[in-house]
């Protein structure tokens, strides 16, 4: 199933914040939306999900999604949005109790996924018992259950240290190259989007347009820290983007 | 370079972090008996300003022996417990309903306010006419009682549920009931709780006043019949009742707390 967006724009008590958004999402491939803050790219993702109207412009889904698919478009947030109240176990459950799966199935899908995702030994811990990355890997372990069409990660790494950045990273390209998932993967780090992103949309500053897609052929099981064609390609990228992250750094806010 | 005078750097750091220590507040009360009961048998304190503490521990004993405790104790309780019920319910309902409607909010949050400060012993007689002077208008008063701060706690405790797990919750396609029971009303549960110990409170001293009026038996009854006669020995019996009661109340609510909120940090 791909996504089309097409001429969205979209505003926020009459100020725009996107402005004839034109997108295509391919099945299989990972699209990195990236600009300086404020230029409306989680809007953007919040609208291609469906959480949010906009103001005009549409969002269209080409095809069905695949069998077995129980929720198709699904989001990875930022702050984790994990149920502190639910174990690990829960937490990934709480997508697919909306869709009456017999009771074995569930935790038949849940060992599953979080297998997968290196979580097994954890699944009766609560949320605050995990560290930044083990809540974040919980989050898309959730997502990974309901078998989206495309996945929509807002941030995922942005609330995690260097470090842990780098793990989950490793750890976002294996689990592609093993399952290779659509995604929309919104972020306002270089390095994440050259590492992850077949091709990476260029925002620029409000109101949010497109300003170039860079393509990436190299796989991403082949791309490695600091290598050298991904330096250029992130050079590039921030050529793009210094003036108006410097202008969007000055903006008074809420001005 | 010369010699340099050292010195340890003072250290500016530390409390503002009060511990709970274990005993303390015992001995607060102990030393509060003590004191009255070696006031009132010195002389110091006259009979008529407080009760001998052994008095009152002789009149609860005699309370106990006779059986009429529980005589008391029963009927008070059954109110307490039905009253109390009818006014949490209502109002953790009301309260969630406000938390999450617009047009429920905005037309409910002012008669809220504006049923809050009224004192609801000064309605207990329309209660009587309206219920019965029966069980009825008891259960009526205690239950209005607790029933309005349970609205405030748990309107504000629903606008405190992180909204990001709502969106959570609405982009894995779950339904409005499902979004209520497994987010809203466990994320809301700290607040409604901490709210419970003030609406129960707030329902054991209504329990008083709700006996005011057609009551044979019941502690409440048992302190005013007291106080009319200024039998404080009867009297303070009855106050220490009603206190354990409280403690009670909160104790269970704190195991409720620790088993239900087991996962906050």
Partial sequence: MDLRVEGLSHAYDGMA???????DIATGRILCLVGPSGCG?????????GLERPVSGQVMQLGTPPEGCLNPLTYVFQDFALLPWRSVAGNVRLGLEAHGLPEARMAEIVSDVLARTNLSDFAEALPKQLSGGMKQRVAIARALAVNPAVMLLDEPLSALDAQTRELLMEDLVSLWTRAPFTAVYVTHNLAEAVRLGHSIAVLSRRPGRIREIVHIDKPLADRIHMDAELESTQEHLWNLMREEARAADAELLNA | MPETHAQPVPFRGGGFRPVA?????????ASLLILTEWGTRSGWISALTLPRPSDVVKTFGELWSTGM???HLVPSLTRLVVGASIGVTLGVSTGILIGLFSYVRS???PLVAALFPIPKIALLPLFVIWFGIDEGSKYALIAFGTFTPTVVATYGAVDN????LIRMGQSFGMGWFAIVRKIVLPGAMPGI???????????????????MLGAEYGIGAYILEAGALYD???LFAGVVILSALGILVSTVIGAIEKRLLNWRT
Avoid: Q
């Fill in chain 2, 21 to 29: 220590i274990r005993g303390a507040g015992l001995a607060v009360f």
């Fill in chain 1, 41 to 49: 790219k989680s809007t953007l993702l919040r609208i291609i999900g």
């Fill in chain 2, 107 to 109: 037309g409910l949050v």
């Fill in chain 2, 193 to 211: 709780l901490s709210g419970l110990r003030i609406s129960l409170a707030i329902g054991i001293i209504l329990l008083v006043a709700a006996e």
């Fill in chain 2, 69 to 71: 405790l529980f005589k």
């Fill in chain 2, 232 to 234: 404080l020995e009867r």
């Fill in chain 2, 161 to 164: 549920v992180d909204r990001t």
């Fill in chain 1, 17 to 23: 914040v996107l402005d004839g958004i034109d997108l």
